[in-house]
């Protein structure tokens, strides 16, 4: 698999085929002498039992560096879809935990699997003294197999585990779909630039917190087009362990956003005295509290979150506002072709190396005068940002720039409007990236399902 490995240790990638396998990398890092040395990284793939047998029966002879065995986790595996995927990222979160602080991985990675119940293939990818990791794996039969092209095969990146809003707005974008958990939004990105995923659901503003940053940061960074958005109400609930009581948590834990969302409501629910804790993701504050079995500690999550991890619900819809909802956009390697006939919105970014505010005048008088409505306007300060590599490369990157504004307005890069006035904005810019022309999500907040990408068979419309 062509990885380069961007993070100091553990996930980096999942590979998804839930029918019957399921595979994710993982590297794990030599901690003994106190320097962290990477030593190795290793494509575990857990082997899905066929149902009614236990996975040392399917003829599956242990290798060198392979287990067998059965414990907790084994009637999951052998369970529905649902419960198949969820085991695989609580199994793969706890190998990619567990391996980093191990002085030998692949022990490491055997006990993970040995302590939850499966049949875990170790085939691990030399690093030490060898440089397997930069050598171009050698193609096998079934990388030669055309891309999915339905809905049921379509796989689909998120951020979080099973339970997440990201997933059930994976869900909501492709009905039918099979949803890639990713531990974080990189992973994502990279799933679907990988060829492990053919499209990445991210979240991107949300009515109450607003901007998520680091996604429109990753945007610029990575080379994948916005295909479609599609928007969530999302509903708190306040989760503990069955017969925990209010009055019995001292510590609130979940997501930045789902905290901030529910602030308020927090600061004024009786018999509620806990301090606030940051975590990856809803659903994975919920599967910690579950896991470690922690009576004093609550999470902020979905109902699907409580159902998934065993967990009751002390409060529901703990959102400080009723009507909250976080847009999704959905991302892919290809643009879609914009059209004319849909109600379309198009997103761009761009900077501007001159001084004062001149120049943003005149950038949204260009959409102005021509009656283009803009839907959002945010501004990100200037980082030393790494940009996609033909950007970088263009003549057009930003120098020197206070400022990259992102715009989204409501029209389709099809219509001749747009052409001119996007015409207009480069002449006054130092850099512009159309991130995506797709259509609006038009469906009302109660339910339903989102315009997607209508380029594609995996189209919901
Ligand atoms: O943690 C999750 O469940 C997510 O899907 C992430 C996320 C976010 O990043 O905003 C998505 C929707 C909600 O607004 C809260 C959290």
Redesign the pocket.
């Known amino acids: 698999m062509p990885f380069h490995n961007p993070f100091p240790s553990q996930l980096l990638a999942f590979e998804a085929a839930p029918a019957t396998s399921f595979s994710f990398l993982v590297s794990y890092q030599q901690i003994a002498t106190e320097e962290e040395e990477l030593i190795g990284m290793a494509v575990v793939n857990i082997v899905k039992p066929p149902i009614g047998q236990s996975p040392n029966l399917q003829g599956r002879a242990p290798r060198r560096g392979s287990v067998v065995v059965r414990s907790s986790l084994q009637g999951a595996v052998v369970g529905n879809r649902t419960e198949w995927l969820t085991s695989c990222a609580v199994l793969s979160s706890k190998v990619a935990a567990l391996a980093p602080h191990s002085t030998n991985g692949h022990l490491a990675l055997a006990a993970a699997a040995a302590s939850n119940g499966a049949v875990l293939d170790l085939d691990p990818v030399k690093t030490i003294n060898g440089s397997a990791r930069n050598l171009p794996a050698p193609l096998r039969i079934a990388d030669l197999s055309p891309a999915p092209m339905h809905g049921s095969e379509l796989r689909v990146a998120y951020?979080?585990m099973p339970g997440?809003?990201?997933e059930k707005a994976s869900v909501k974008a492709y009905p039918g779909s099979d949803a890639i958990p990713c531990d974080q939004f990189e992973v994502a990105f990279q799933a679907v630039e990988n060829w492990i995923a053919d499209r990445a659901v991210l979240?991107v503003e949300?009515s109450l917190?607003g901007s998520?940053h680091r996604n429109y940061d990753l945007l610029l960074r990575h080379r994948l087009h916005i295909v479609g958005e599609v928007q969530l109400p999302?509903h708190h609930c306040l989760l503990a362990l069955p017969g925990v009581r209010k009055e019995d948590v001292t510590r609130v834990i979940s997501?930045p956003?789902?905290l901030a969302?529910c602030e308020h409501t927090l600061t004024r629910m009786a018999g509620l005295n806990a301090a606030r804790e940051a975590f990856d993701?809803?659903?994975g504050a919920a599967e910690y509290v579950a896991a470690n079995g922690l009576r004093d500690t609550a999470a902020i999550a979905s109902s699907r979150a409580a159902e998934l991890y065993g967990m009751e619900v002390l409060a529901d819809g703990i959102q400080d506002d009723s009507g909250n909802v976080?847009r999704f956009v959905m991302l892919a390697r290809e643009p879609i072709v914009p059209r004319m006939d849909l109600p379309f919105k198009t997103s761009i970014v761009f900077a501007h190396d001159k001084e004062g505010t001149s120049v943003l005048f005149k950038v949204l008088s260009a959409f102005a005068f021509r009656d283009i409505s803009l839907t959002k306007i945010d501004s990100r300060p200037h980082r030393p940002i790494r940009l996609a590599a033909d950007d970088a490369g263009s003549g057009t990157a930003p120098k020197q720039f206070e400022y990259m504004f992102y715009v989204d307005f409501q029209a389709s890069l099809a219509d001749p409007r747009v052409q001119n006035a996007l015409a207009e904005v480069q002449e006054f810019t130092s850099f512009l990236r159309v991130l995506g022309s797709y259509p609006m999500d038009m469906t009302p907040m109660a339910a339903g399902v989102a315009s997607s990408d209508s380029s594609s068979a995996y189209s919901s419309s």
């Open positions: 951020q979080g997440a809003y990201s979240p949300n917190g998520i999302v997501h956003q789902a969302q993701d809803t659903a976080t």
